[in-house]
């Protein structure tokens, strides 16, 4: 028997864009069209993939792979750094549309996002016709292709974006279709199970979903507070909402470790990469931060957190530096997560030197100018010192 759809309910869209960067490069070079295309570091290079196109997956090449192992996989691709000035201009056309159906809109990155259409679905026919209108105009007026879902929540609008790439449209409409869904599927299909919390549950014999929710106090005896989660999750509950974009009050990044770090000096080379992204982000916004926090997760889950507040930077040294200094006050256990947020975040520049800058302040402002162009043709990390190098292998490596 069909279940029963509520006319009234919830209805969230998640779009996704297939293969973006990728997609991008193909629409301004159509010759790139069915040919195995990696955009990330060259194969000369140390680096990752960023994304590839649907025929490089074929190879094994995904996401976040080392440059090297993809090369190794798919040594016949095509290698292209990414040119984030052409996305991000991609990405404004794509997002103005997608603000044409609803003001509860959530960007959650250049190239995906939640719209809550509850309220404004029945000016353009429903929700479905909201779905294969932004697939439509995002064809005709930015060239590129995007995966549609429609659900009741978004975890379901999410599953939904992916159940049919690339080029897909699905709709998860009740709870009961959701678990009809994934009810034989890995546990990592739930929202928040990631490879460790997967682990743990294997070794209990559970790996599907409706292993999840025949064993709900076992999940709970072994998760507690998450495990209570992942079992409203399975069985269809998510009350999370979409949340528009404001001026946000901090900006944050953090990094797990699949094995627990003891050796602080590594830790200080991991703040650097993410001193460093964090830079490129606010100042991609147009924003300076006068508080920089940093937050550890010791091996026995105790959480910190360190802040201090100054004038006002944009720049990666003065955040790292901050960072650093806490680190090197805190106590030196075992360490699984470390991060970096700011805030007191304003438009407004500091017009004093800061206790990291020399009185060649023009000079380096012009060069963190001509570095910020670098980033946005070839990404934040075209240039990186020794320590970050050493980093970013090592994260490799633990990942």
């Known amino acids: 028997m069909k279940n029963y759809i509520d006319k009234n309910a919830t209805r969230i869209v998640h ?6 960067y990728a997609a991008v490069e193909v629409r301004d070079n159509p010759g790139l069209a069915g040919k195995p295309l990696i955009i990330g570091a060259l194969p000369s290079e140390r680096g990752v993939v960023a994304t590839c196109s649907y025929e490089a997956r074929v190879f094994g090449v995904r996401s976040a792979m080392s440059i090297k192992e993809a090369y190794r996989r ?17 990405s404004r056309q794509v997002h103005k549309i997608w603000d044409d159906y609803t003001d509860i809109c959530e960007h959650i990155s250049l190239d995906e996002g939640f719209l809550d259409v509850t309220g404004s679905a029945h000016l353009f026919g429903g929700a479905d016709a909201v779905g294969y209108d932004i697939k439509s105009r995002t064809r005709n007026e930015v060239g590129l292709t995007c995966s549609v879902g429609i659900g009741y929540s978004m975890m379901s609008a999410k599953l939904a974006s992916e159940e049919k790439k690339p080029d897909g449209f699905f709709e998860i409409l009740t709870p009961a279709d959701l678990r009809d869904l994934i009810i034989d599927r890995s546990v990592r299909i739930i929202y928040g199970v990631g490879a460790k919390t997967a682990e743990e549950l294997q ?22 507070k998450q495990g209570r989660q992942i079992l409203d999750l399975a069985d269809g509950v998510d009350n999370r909402k979409v949340t528009p974009y404001s001026d946000p009050k901090s900006i944050g990044s953090e990094h797990t470790f699949q094995q627990d770090i003891r050796d602080f000096c590594y830790l200080q080379d991991v703040l650097l990469l993410i001193a460093q992204k964090l830079s490129f982000d606010i100042r991609l916004k147009g924003l300076f931060c006068r508080t920089v926090t940093l937050k550890t997760t010791y091996a026995d ?11 006002s930077t944009d720049k990666a040294r003065d955040i790292y530096k901050t960072a650093s200094a806490m680190l090197d006050k805190i106590e030196k256990h075992p360490v699984r997560l470390i991060g970096i947020s700011l805030s007191g975040l304003t438009t407004e520049p500091n017009l004093q030197l800061t206790m990291f800058e020399t009185g060649n302040g023009e000079q380096q402002r012009k060069l963190d100018d001509a570095m910020m162009r670098l980033q946005l043709k070839y990404g934040h990390g075209i240039v990186k010192t020794v320590n970050e190098l050493r980093a970013e292998k090592r994260i490799s490596e633990d990942s």
């Open 15 to 20: 779009v996704d864009m297939d293969a973006f």
């Open 74 to 90: 798919c040594p016949d691709g095509i290698y292209m750094r990414p040119n984030f000035q052409k996305y991000m201009d991609a």
């Open 203 to 224: 070794k209990k014999g559970i790996t599907t979903v409706r292993h999840i929710l025949e064993n709900r106090q076992k999940i709970i005896d072994l998760l507690g």
């Open 301 to 311: 889950m105790k959480q910190i957190t360190r802040s201090k507040s100054g004038d």
